[in-house]
């Protein structure tokens, strides 16, 4: 063949393969016909393969894509374009735990596509890992990058070097201020630090540039659900899944958001369909158990637990959730295997801390007090070394609402705020009672029970921030300034954001977020006729309850006996001087008067929430609405006084809880003089 023949037949083969192409986004069955042609001119032109296993996949055909892609992968095994078209039908396919090591492969072969970068961090967000998510992530930012005076920074936020990346972006954007890549790039930085009202505030202008920037909409998404903005951030992630509903990165999202509202068998059904794509996954076995426990489906849990620890055995959180069920009893088996894996060297701290926990609670089970308290407490000063908590702080705030909010504050603001009776408050310590509080309260006809709501919490914080005092000062200020108009807003505005975690019509609603009684002003200054119950446990039983369990998040003051002592010593004092200044406005429960007269003390608390007497509330064990607290096994059944007293066997190692509660140990239930 001459020269001139083989110029024209290669001209001919990249002119078919162009037009293939372009079939391949209108009509990828006459893609297929195209490539059909072009291979039996040049059989195994791999170019041609790839082209005919991504018309097969666009036309539903993922079987038949499979088989090629496998075939070319095999035969190509250094092409990364070929990798990633596998990892694109592997995931199509609901494959997703094998389109993670062909995407792997692939951004090994060419570490800057980022198409595979973002598609990796989309399976492994779904997959449950969300530190490899985000490293994969930051990849596809720089790989996406062409400008190059963007370069620099998208290799800072590799290299999380943080303020190089802020300083580059800021100078960037101070030059060129509507560039929409570089303004979620530094929204990225902001939610890194910790700025998460100056990211909102970017990734908002970003999308008000560049409405169709997915990867914008989904960073907000998830900024609005981290802000507690559930509504916001439903609407967000729907929004995103319309264009690409089988993203595995937001149904993801979804299901953990829908999980926060109170949507649990949208949530269950989502994780299962992602099960069924990452069936080796150990993380999302243990999310959808989580969703399970939370419906009272407790033989699945348990197995979707057991699911978990199959895949990944040295996964402490999944230990210390089966060991959270409360009811739950670990084998000598169990026990057996996470002593094993405590003796390794190389198992990270997190595990460990949550291995701890656990085999504290197996070794209380088995009544082996000293080894239980042992365990908790390693468990414990490994988690207080890792957080910033400050008694001192919190102590000093509480004394800075006592002296703010006295009796003239509220007087001279009486019959101001949002006249909506519907909100039933259920403040106090954690590990109180306030759960069994919810739940006789939620079985009565008139009464809907929610979860620990974090809307107030969040009201709160943006309030101190628009506040110009020091730490100890928070919001005081910006409320005393508060005309009765701003009140009744703020009271609506609570009412608002509540609205998407009620599921009935019934007239009254429960926020069981405990640590609401520091906002107990807030609450009376906002929704005056809202009801407020402070439940109460005895001191030594409520801090050790407190210091044996882990939270998701929070609570830092739990893993310390000292600041767990202080803490609930300012607790009691702050709710003695809102009993003072605003008499007969908090209904207290005593845990121990509960268990002891639980007909009483139901009926003294129907009356002060202005309820009839129903039989139901004294039967709320069998009220099978999802609960999501730690105690959400022990409130399905009938009330029981085993636990009262259980902290008497870790007595001998309690002095220092026993000398910070000092006097309000020694009056419980009454109130310490002064």
Known sequence: MSHDAEAEGAGTLEQAMRQAAAFLKEDPSLAEEQAFAILEAVPGHPPAELLLAQARRRRGDLDGALALLRALAGRQPRWAAAQVELGVALGQAGRGDEAIPALRKAVALKPDHPDAWRLLADHLVASGDAEGADAAYARHIKASTRDPRLLDAANAMVAND???????????????????????????????????????????????????????????????????????????????????????????????????????????????????????????????????KTEGRTEDCIEA????????????????????????????????????????????????????????????????????????????????????????????????????????????????????????????????????????LSSHSQVEGTTELPELISMARALRERSEGDDTEGYNPVLAAMDPAQLRALGGEYLERCRIHRKTAAPFFIDKMP??????????????????????????????????????????????????????????????????????????????????????????LLEYCGLPFEEGCLRFFENERPVRTASSEQVRRPIYSEGVDQWRHYEPWLGPLEQVLGPTLACYPELPPG
């Open 305 to 440: 637990y057991r699911e978990t620890i199959a895949r990944e055995p040295s996964l402490g959180e999944a230990w210390w959730s089966l060991a959270n069920m409360k009811t739950f009893r670990f084998s000598e088996a169990d026990i057996d295997t996470m002593r094993a894996q405590l003796a390794r060297d190389d198992l990270p701290d997190t595990d460990r801390l949550h291995f701890e926990f656990a085999m504290g609670k197996a070794l209380e089970d088995a009544s082996e007090w000293e080894g239980s308290f042992r365990h908790y407490a390693q468990a414990n000063a490994l988690h207080h070394a890792t957080v910033d908590y400050d008694p001192a702080l919190n102590a000093g705030r509480i004394e800075r609402f006592r002296k703010d909010f006295s009796a003239e504050f509220f007087t001279s603001r009486a019959g101001q705020g949002c006249e909506s009776p519907a909100p039933i408050f259920v403040v106090g310590m954690p590990r109180s009672g306030s759960t069994l509080v919810e739940q006789i």
């Open 162 to 292: 943080i303020p190089r990346a802020q300083a580059l972006l800021r100078a960037h954007l101070k030059a060129v201020p509507t560039d929409v890549p570089a303004i979620r790039m530094f929204a990225e930085v902001a939610m890194r630090v910790g700025r998460v009202v100056e990211a909102q505030n970017l990734l908002e202008r970003c999308l008000e540039l560049a409405p169709g920037f997915e990867a914008a909409r989904h960073n907000y998404a998830v900024l609005l659900h981290r802000q507690n903005q559930s509504a916001a951030a439903l609407t967000e992630i729907e929004r995103l899944l319309e264009r690409s509903p089988r993203n595995p990165g937001y149904r993801n999202l979804l299901a953990v958001i829908l999980g926060r509202v109170g949507e649990y068998a949208r949530s269950s059904a989502l994780y299962r369909e992602l099960l069924n794509e990452y069936p080796a996954n150990a993380k999302v076995w243990m999310s959808y158990g989580h969703v399970l």
């Open 515 to 604: 640590n609401n009684f520091l906002h107990a002003g807030l609450i009376h200054l906002m929704l005056p006729n809202a009801r407020i119950i402070d439940t109460r446990r005895h001191p030594m039983a409520c801090c050790f309850s407190n210091f044996k369990q882990h939270y998701a998040r929070g609570q830092n003051f739990s893993y310390s006996l000292e600041d767990m002592g202080r803490y609930y010593r300012d607790y009691v004092q702050l709710m003695a001087h809102f009993d003072a200044v605003l008499p007969g406005r908090i209904h207290r429960v005593i845990y121990e008067q509960v268990v002891a007269d639980t007909e009483t003390e139901v009926r003294r």
